[in-house]
């Protein structure tokens, strides 16, 4: 996807330690018009997935997942990182992030995923993967099925696919692959 | 704005200590065209405003704010509630939730908010006026001008109109206002 591939190239910026920090344009300061080309590149490559419903993760996932729902006329659903006082019965997983190297939970209602959800998880970064095997996770104790996911940015290098392929996900989706910021370059795969 | 309150009194549930429960359609699931109708009568009341940037707070304020920021063609920032590790340098500010019973920090990097903002503040509720507070503090620091701050639902019981006005906030704007819940029954100012 070329406007991102761009703007990546542009924007983003190399931090020690595998970062890739893309807070002028996706994760901090969002750049809405590059979300809504971001939602169309992912109604294109998962047209026939025939999901009913699009879930994320707060807060970084919420702004291409709504552009997504909103496009395909579909709910959206975001986990939360804190399970809500007001929350009735939910379900939870834990997961741990390298990136912030902390655990935590991941929370959504019995309300709102079930077994007649058809799923298309979508995320900012695919890295090393646990916060979709989180959603693996959730969705298996609900019945849900997962149709897709996808991801504008993936840390190729981190090897997240390898860990979703194997955890049963059949449609794996990323707008850009990072294939290395060695020395603190980024280096795109073409 | 007759959608929603259609929607506050279908889909809406009261729980004790004046919550009003919109978990079905703002922020756990969120209807993205509804969503878009918000934005779009933020854009109606606020036509005057003069913003080039709009402001939220994660994670519920992100899907109205990226909505209205994608029609009027202007960058999104959302504030949060951690400092994460790969920010440089920031404003912080102390917010009290009485809803959540609880301290929090709200942060931005001072990248994204600077004096050449004129913010419009984006959030799904208006209760104490707490968070808006918090905004306020953010942008003073960062020389920016707040040009109005508008809510989806406004709990006009709880005040927070009031705190916003003190600090000096001239054009406040509540898509629909809660005149009380008292008896668990949503009262809707017409």
């Keep these: 996807m070329k406007a991102l591939y761009d703007r990546i190239m542009q924007d983003g910026r190399c931090l020690d330690g595998g970062i890739l920090k893309v807070d002028r344009f996706i994760n901090h300061q969002m750049d809405p018009y590059l979300m809504k080309q971001v939602a169309v590149e992912f ?8 999901a009913n419903k699009i879930v994320t993760i707060e807060a970084s996932g919420i702004a291409p997942a709504i552009m997504l729902g909103y496009l395909l006329e579909l709910p959206v659903v975001f986990a939360k990182k804190k399970k809500p006082s007001t929350m009735g019965e939910f379900l939870v997983t834990q997961i741990r992030s390298f990136t912030k190297q902390r655990e935590y939970t991941l929370v959504v209602s019995r309300d709102y995923l079930t077994s007649e959800d058809k799923v298309l998880f979508i995320d900012d970064f695919l890295a090393y993967g646990n916060a979709g095997l989180g959603i693996v996770d959730l969705c298996r104790q609900a019945g849900a099925e997962i149709v897709g996911m996808g991801f504008i940015i993936e840390k190729e290098f981190q090897q997240g696919r390898k860990l979703l392929i194997d955890a049963g996900i059949r449609h794996i989706e990323s707008l850009a692959i ?3 910021l060695e020395g603190n370059k980024i280096k795109l795969k073409d």
């Design 43 to 50: 109604i294109r490559r998962f047209a026939d997935s025939g």
């Design 178 to 180: 990072v294939e290395s």
